[in-house]
């Protein structure tokens, strides 16, 4: 079978460290929202790199807490290989260009 032109490979979660670093989730919902707007991605397009819904993504940008916390570490993963840096303390957001 062969690649669709302009498809992106999945992401590779295996060998991935997904326990988060200071406990609790590692970004904020702010942070989420701000760093899929600096990189120009759409909900859809984070949901699929990070193999969720697109309601999941929303939920969380929307502040629900309820989002596991592997999940999260996905959107940080597919954020920052993107460009995305997030500051320490839920503080921001740079953006690599």
Do not use: Y
Not at 36 to 53: D, F, K, N
Not at 62 to 78: A, L, S, Y
């Amino acid at each position: 079978m062969s690649e669709r032109r302009g498809r992106r490979p999945r992401f590779d979660w295996n060998g991935k460290d997904l326990i988060p670093d200071g406990g609790g989730h590692p970004i904020t919902p702010a942070q989420c929202r701000m760093a899929r707007a600096g990189v120009v991605m759409s909900v859809r397009e984070l949901a699929r790199l990070a193999e969720v819904s697109g309601l999941a993504v929303t939920r969380f940008e929307n502040g629900n807490t309820d989002c596991p916390t592997e999940i999260v570490h996905r959107f940080k993963q597919v954020l920052e290989a993107r460009g995305a840096r997030f500051l320490p303390g839920g503080d921001g957001v740079k953006i690599r260009g």
